[in-house]
């Protein structure tokens, strides 16, 4: 049984391809997710899978060697239509799915579960799922995990788009102040004299009323001769409103920092769960607010702590809390086990956030994607590393208050 499209199918797939992903190279960072949630729900294949006008592409996969299959056989053009978790225990007994090629053959299709990959605007792009060859059933934690492990893949995405955006905005706001500074330069230079005697003559013209046809043909002769000066004049104004525009830049307001962090630990506790780590949750104190855009800030702050998950080892231990250091701070601690096994946390960190992270191939790209969004927000990345202690994360922003005087300051300036 093929799907039906989405209402919103037309708006959906210009989100999808607004994130420029599909038919992108692999990454680790998805590849990642994947086999986390292959080994979470025990299956031998796991998909992040983005549906296409006619087929559904693999931006990772494990368990298969497809790139991408038709979207007329696909489970995951099914799963799109809702906003939850797509289980089909087995698919020889789902009148949708039962003649489906892929499940109508030996060893083929049996179970799926899908959880699809919502944007933040409310569009499903594709699915994270697993499947088997053979009927089973999945607890709730492990729904739970899946749940999560999406929200994670599409916050990747979102992030990356978002961190082109910011750079495209930096370019933008640069070539702005070089405009206004060759503005200046043309006003105050060739155009001063004729654009004086053009006021002159507006003046006198408004005043008495009468042409008065000797300063006149001055100013047609000023004009004249600066009528390219004039033209760049235009160019310029112009230059300068395009660059100032556009709306892939954050969207800042003053947030507690506290109640993001509280957000993004319970985004990431069932993943955590499925690797028996334990999470303190310690960011339970006073309001701390900062400003910033709370979205994509939640999103950093969660790819941070799923990064901790991540090189953690089974068994581990996580200690997540806010304070006030030289302003307000998040801090991750990712503790030493009692045996001696340590985290593999550090060099990810240090390397994908800290040392030249654009010239770090693969497993680190979404940290430094995070650190260019924690940039914008003029947070400071601090990191330490102790045998018996652990690694310990610092991300410290500037005061609200702070924050809204720079900004009045630049405006000021401007």
């Not at 298969?64 to 995951?76: M, V």
């Not at 009927?135 to 709730?140: A, F, N, T």
């Not at 105050?188 to 053009?198: I, N, Q, S």
Request: glycine fraction near 8%; charged fraction near 25%.
């Amino acid at each position: 049984m093929q799907a039906p499209q989405p209402d919103n199918e037309t708006d959906r797939l210009a989100a999808l391809y607004a994130l420029d992903i599909l038919d992108s190279a692999p990454e680790q960072d998805f590849d990642d997710i994947v086999q986390l949630a292959s080994n979470v729900c025990g299956t031998p294949m796991s998909l992040v899978t983005l549906v296409d006008t006619d087929r559904q592409w693999f931006k990772a996969r494990v368990g298969t060697d497809f790139t991408e299959t038709s979207r007329d056989l696909s489970f995951c053009a099914h799963a799109i239509l809702g906003r939850d978790l797509l289980v089909v225990p087995d698919a020889t007994k789902d009148a949708r799915f039962a003649d489906n090629p892929w499940v109508d053959t030996e060893g083929g299709i049996r179970f799926y579960a899908g959880a699809p990959l919502v944007t933040t605007e409310g569009y499903a792009l594709g699915t994270l799922c697993v499947i088997d060859n053979e009927p089973r059933k999945v607890d709730i934690e492990q729904l739970q995990a899946l749940r999560a492990l999406a929200r994670q893949v599409t916050s990747q995405m979102e992030l990356r788009r978002h961190a082109i955006a910011l750079a495209n905005t930096t370019a933008r706001l640069q070539e702005l102040e070089r405009r206004k500074d060759d503005l200046a330069e043309l006003i105050g230079g060739d155009l001063r004299a004729p654009l004086r005697l053009m006021s002159t003559y507006l003046e006198k013209l408004g005043t008495t009323g009468y042409h008065d046809a000797e300063l006149a043909e001055l100013v047609g002769r000023a004009t004249a001769g600066h009528i390219r000066g004039f033209l760049d004049l235009l160019h310029h104004l112009n230059s300068m409103a395009d660059a100032g525009s556009g709306s892939e830049s954050l969207h800042m307001r003053q947030v507690d920092l506290t109640r993001v962090t509280q957000r993004a630990v319970e985004a990431v506790r069932p993943i955590a769960a499925s690797k028996q780590i334990w999470i303190l949750n310690q960011a339970g104190g006073p309001a701390l607010p900062i400003i910033a855009d709370p979205v994509r800030l939640e999103q950093v702050i969660t790819h941070l702590l799923f990064a901790a998950v991540k090189y953690t080892p089974i068994g581990g231990r996580m200690r997540v809390g806010t304070e006030i250091e030289s302003g307000p701070t998040i801090r991750v601690d990712d503790m030493d086990l009692p045996d001696g096994m340590r985290p593999e946390l550090f060099p990810h960190l240090y390397y994908g956030t800290m040392a030249h992270p654009s010239e770090v191939p693969g497993p680190d790209r979404g940290l430094a994607v995070a650190k260019k969004i924690l940039d914008a927000h003029h947070a400071t990345v601090a990191l330490a590393d102790r045998p018996g202690d652990g690694t310990s994360l610092h991300v410290v922003f500037p005061f609200a208050q702070a924050a809204v005087a720079d900004e009045v300051a630049q405006l000021i300036a401007a």
